[in-house]
Nanobody, 126 residues
Framework: QVQLAESGGGLVQAGGSLRLSCAAS????????MGWFRQATGKEREFVAA????????GYADSVKGRFTISRDNAKNSVYLQMNSVKREDTAVYYC???????????????????WGQGTQVTVSS
């Protein structure tokens, strides 16, 4: 069992930066991969970024590559999403998720993730 709690969302101007955090509890954090997804109003939840259990492997959606950075601190049981040069189309509810697959590698598939946080709203204004 894993519990996830996101924080750090809010209102930011286009071109600005925001850092999301996700605190995990339950199963040993350093044994599973983590991902960030987002869901805009009226749209399906989509992959944003993911990171392997060790942090050595990361993946990004094309829409955020070069602007967002995912990282994790296993000592703090936390994963982060640094969002730079944000755009209006980044407006969404952002969710962190845990993938308890046995290999610990990251995935961009929503159905690979076993546990989800409650989400945090990010709104980008022009």
């Amino acid at each position: 069992q894993v519990q996830l709690a996101e924080s750090g969302g809010g209102l930011v101007q286009a071109g600005g930066s925001l850092r999301l955090s996700c605190a995990a509890s339950g199963r040993t954090f350093s044994t599973y991969a983590m991902g960030w997804f987002r869901q805009a109003t009226g749209k399906e939840r989509e992959f944003v970024a993911a990171i392997s259990w060790s942090g050595s492997s990361k993946g990004y959606a094309d829409s955020v590559k070069g602007r967002f950075t995912i990282s994790r601190d296993n000592a703090k049981n936390s994963v982060y999403l640094q969002m730079n040069s944000v755009k209006r189309e980044d407006t969404a509810v952002y969710y962190c998720a845990a993938d308890l697959g046995p290999l610990g590698g990251w995935s961009d598939r929503r159905d690979e993730y076993d546990y989800w946080g409650q989400g945090t709203q990010v709104t980008v204004s022009s």
